[in-house]
């Protein structure tokens, strides 16, 4: 996926809204029932939406590599060379 910027932002709201659906999950079901298949607890809970927004926000990040020269074997990322 991250071959290219399309395939890498897919993924970043792919997670984003996994970690959404953890969060409203974890809302819904209590801790103690039979239904938390998912080892959630309050912290867990709180810290989904973060995590959600992030990958969100992430995916929307402009990129700092010119990414059709670098598909080329042109360009170097911004601050120089990564070797």
Do not use: K
Request: proline share 5%; charged share 15%; hydrophobic share 50%.
């Amino acid at each position: 996926m991250a071959r290219s910027w399309t395939g890498a932002r897919a993924f970043l709201i792919s997670g984003g809204a996994i970690y959404l659906v953890l969060w409203i999950y974890g809302l819904i079901v209590d801790t103690e029932s039979q239904a938390n298949f998912v080892p959630l607890d309050t912290d867990d809970d709180w810290l989904h939406p973060f995590w959600a927004w992030c990958w969100s926000a992430w995916a929307f990040c402009p990129s700092s590599v010119d990414v059709r020269r670098v598909a080329r074997g042109s360009a170097t990322p911004v601050g120089g060379d990564i070797r």
